[in-house]
């Protein structure tokens, strides 16, 4: 049988969710994507309209087939989270079901079951400013989109996961070492994930058998890194200080996060693996 995947944080066809749904594709999964709900009726008409058909194409010769896009707000658990203003916003009232609870029973509803689920999501509102200028509720709302959705997806996709199955998230550089312009908090939410993905190995990994594992990636000129505002910047500086002198194909990322997810990577669960060209090894730039 093959296996079933569900990608969290699809809504175009620039960032690292779209490059991991094409390598598990290859690799022969079936496509399921959770899109964010402001996103979705751009997202689906793009779709439709074959304006990703060119980056559809897998290397093998087929073309990525997405069998089922769910509506998905990853900030909100569960109906009774949601609060007033938000359910008849006019870009929500359009689709149901989208809290996390209602997602994972969706997906239960038409698949049964997943093997694989992966959370290439984040959202801080005020990521454009310094961690001293970060208010509390931009600070807190960073790592409820970025961080605490990784924890609720788990918690409600993990009783649908087949054991042996596989869990991965994104994660950045920043968590660790000094970036300045990665702000609002982002960089705590980084931190709180890579701290998360051990925590969770070890709960997930003793009740249902899954694995646990994040990516930290290098630059990528996605939608969400372009509205941080010096996304060229850093891929510049890669390019001019990593081991290899090369810009970060999203395609790389794809890659591991197919070996992650697959049998080859049976016993690794817990780590963080970095995709970056080898930057994150660096002490002085030369
Ligand atoms: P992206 O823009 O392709 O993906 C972010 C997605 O999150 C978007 O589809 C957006 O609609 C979705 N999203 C935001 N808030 C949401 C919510 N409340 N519920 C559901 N979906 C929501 O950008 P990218 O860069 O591919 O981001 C994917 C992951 O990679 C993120 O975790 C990001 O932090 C991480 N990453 C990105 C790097 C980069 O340079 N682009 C570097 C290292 C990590």
Redesign the pocket.
């Known amino acids: 049988r093959g296996k079933r995947a569900f990608i969290?944080?699809?809504?175009?066809d620039?960032?690292?969710?779209?490059a991991i749904a094409k390598a598990l594709s290859a690799a022969g999964a079936e496509i399921l994507v959770?899109?964010?709900v402001p996103?979705l009726n751009i997202f689906e008409s793009s779709l439709r309209r074959g304006k990703f058909d060119e980056s559809r194409r897998l290397p093998n010769g087929g073309l990525l087939e997405i069998a089922k896009v769910y509506p998905?707000?990853?900030?909100f658990d569960t109906p009774d989270d949601v609060p007033e203003d938000i359910k008849n916003n006019k870009r929500y009232a359009g689709s149901e079901a989208w809290t996390v609870k209602e997602c994972a029973e969706a997906v239960k509803a038409d698949f049964g079951t997943i093997d694989i689920l992966v959370?290439?999501?984040?959202?801080g509102p005020e990521v454009t400013k310094p961690l001293l200028e970060t208010s509390r509720n931009g600070y807190l709302a960073a790592v409820s989109?970025?961080t605490y959705?990784y924890i609720s997806l788990l918690k409600y996709f993990a009783p649908i996961m087949n054991p042996g199955g596989s869990s991965l998230?994104?994660?950045?550089v920043a968590s660790e070492q000094i970036i300045p312009g990665y702000g609002g908090g982002m960089s705590s939410a980084?931190a709180a994930l890579e701290s998360d993905t051990r925590v969770l190995a070890f709960e997930v990994g003793r009740k249902y058998g899954i694995r646990v594992n994040t990516i930290?990636?290098?630059?990528?000129r996605?939608?969400?890194?372009k509205a941080i505002g010096f996304?060229d910047d850093?891929i510049n500086y890669s390019c001019a200080n990593a081991p290899l002198q090369k810009e970060l194909d999203a395609d790389d990322v794809g890659n591991a996060a197919a070996f992650l997810a697959s049998p080859l990577a049976s016993s690794v669960t817990g780590t963080l693996l970095y995709v970056d060209n080898g930057l994150h090894a660096m002490g002085l730039a030369v």
């Open positions: 969290a944080g699809v809504a175009d620039q960032g690292f969710g779209w959770g899109t964010w996103a998905l707000d990853a900030v959370h290439s999501l984040a959202n989109a970025s959705s998230s994104l994660t950045y980084k930290s990636a290098g630059p990528l996605s939608r969400a890194a996304i850093m």
